[in-house]
Structure formats: C-alpha cells, structure tokens
C-alpha cells in the first residue's frame, strides 16, 4: 500500500511562491511567528541543539494514514470545483462519503465565492500546472494512496490533460484504483464548458475510466448517438463499456417526459451487461449540485455493493430524492417560492437520510 519512491516527472517548473528568496532582517519576527504553535504554547521541546537551532522540534513525521490506520470503506481523492458558500462541487460530494465512511481528500479545480447562478461572483480557477503541483507535494511524503479518484466539473483542456495524467500516478501506486468520473460538459443541449473538452473526454477519459455517470447530454456527446428512447439509452451504455468503463450510469435520461436513470454493469469484459432503469419522479424545482451529489452517492455505495449496481442506484437515488424533498420543504415553509429561482440543497440537515435511506423507488431490469 506504500506509495511509489520513484520521482514522477510533470514537466512543470517551480512556481514563483516556492522561490526561495533572499532573507531580510526584517523578516525575522514574521518567521518566529511561523513556528510550530507547540513552541509558542510553552509545550515540551526536544533537547535537541538542531531542532533548537532549527526552530523545529525532533519529532518523527507524521505516520501515512493509509498506511498506520487503513481505511475500512475507501479512501477518495476527489477533484471538483468548491464555493465558499452554497453546494456544490465538492460542497456536495466530500460530506456525503464521508458519513458513508470514507476518507476524503480534495482538490478544488476552482474555488468561487458562490455558484455562478448568483448575479455575481468572484474567485479562481486552478490551472493544469498548480494540480501538478499539489500532486508532487503528496506523493514526496508518500500520500498517495487512494482506492477512488471522483472527479467533476473541468474547465479547460490542460487541467483535464493533468487528471489523466493523476489517473496513472495513482495507478502506479495502487493499480485497483476505481475511477470515477461525471463527465461536466452540459445539460438541457447546452454546452457548459469549451468544445474542445468534448473530444478529450471521449477520446482520453472514456477508456480509463472504471464508472461514467454522464446526463441525457452528456452521454449524446460522448457516444454521439441522439437518445430518443430507452433501447438508445442501452445502446449508448454498450458503446461506452466497449471503449472501457465496466460501469454506465446515466443519471437522468428524460423520454417522453418521463424521467429515467438507467444503469449498466458489464461485469466480464465482452459480454452482455446486466441493465437497469428506475423511474424518477419529477420535482417541481431546480435545484445547484444535485448532480454533484448522485455521483459521490454511486461512489459511496457502489463501492458498499460492488457487484450490485442496482441496490447501489436505488440507495443513491433515495438519498437524492430525501434531500430533494427537504429543499423543497424547507424552502416552502419559509414561505419562498421554490419555482422562482434555483435551490442550494439542505445536504447538513439531511445526513440522517443519507447514513439511512428508505428505499422507495425499486430498480427494474432490463430482460
């Protein structure tokens, strides 16, 4: 479980904050300051000369925590977009997995003040080299070990060059690493993100990806198949499976105004998957980061239900749907109008909900 020794080359050259520069005198109280708080707290220092020269004390470093205390569930390095306020991105997802019990490290691939469905906003976004960065950073202290890599929202095409490029780092280290990937590209027919995302999700991610979680859009640019039916929909996940993901989950397909999720394992390679729907009742409200959510939900109990893709779907939308309706309760007994504007989910308030669901929408199969 240890991680690899060997230096991974990513070609970046240092960043200007980690420039070592010449020291000043004036500096000096501004670097007493940065001591370790234990100093400053009057607490028991090594003897040591060096660590008193130093400034820092004789401790070993702290043990890795994969390793000293493994995680019984999974441990996930999830690389979304984060807002100080509001949830979504990986608002959403890090709570969920961890009150399904999983370790959680994040990577904010931009970090808002808010969601960009407010009048405003302010923040920044993280390019391909600062990812390299913070990857480097863990893998020189050996903390690289993760059973799930979760990725969402990617705005340009060198950050996503440097995910697929996290993807084999994290191989090397641990080659049963699942990844799961929602592919962020749009809803409705529009486009969120640069056309050229397109191309590199299908022709890059798809094929090492382990799960793919794409909408009705989604999965039509990554196929380019037009999905008008369900049997569409089935062959769209066949498509999918054959250039690599052994699981397909598209998490809301609208046919005739009806909403389906339709799910698909293909457990051996090569042969037929075993297929899925569940009918999902229409809510009327838009609510920010849902999709956000289903993904860490297929994660958290697919994971639980390795073999199972059906029971992990319908404990993942009775989670969603649970949170849904306290929103929209929520918001209705404050007296707002939940059809006027979109809607930060009540993911605190409904983790009761989450670490227990209540199964009420059952999955069919597919003959």
Known sequence: MGASSQPWKWGCSPPLFHQRQPFRRDETKQRLMLLPRRLHLGLRTSPSSSARSSGRSAMSPPPILSL????????????????????VGNKSA??????????VDSINSVQF??????????GHVLNG???CYLIEGLSANNLLYYTHLLTGYIGSVSFLETVLQVVERLRVVNPGLLYVCDPVMGDEGKLYVSPDLVSVYREKVVPVASMLTPNHFEIELLTGLRITSE???????????AAGPSKVVI????????????????????????QFKIVIPKIP???????????????GWSNKYPDNLEKASE??????QAVLQRTLADYTAAGFDPQSSSLEIRLVQSQDDIRNPEIKLKAESYT
């Open 68 to 87: 000293a205390l493994p995680s019984d569930t999974g441990r996930v390095l999830s690389i979304q977009s984060h807002t100080v306020h509001g949830y």
């Open 94 to 103: 890090v709570f969920p997995l961890q009150l399904l019990g999983y370790d």
């Open 113 to 122: 003040s808010n969601h960009t469905g407010y009048p405003t906003f302010k």
């Open 129 to 131: 080299q600062q990812l």
């Open 231 to 241: 049997s569409d929909g089935l062959k769209a996940c066949n498509m999918l499976h």
């Open 251 to 274: 998490t809301s397909l609208i046919i005739k105004e009806k909403v389906f999720l339709i799910g698909s394992h293909q457990k051996v390679k090569g042969q037929s998957p075993q």
């Open 285 to 299: 409200a838009y609510f920010t980061g849902c999709g956000d959510l289903m993904t860490a939900l297929l994660l």
């Open 315 to 320: 404990l993942a939308v009775s989670n969603l």
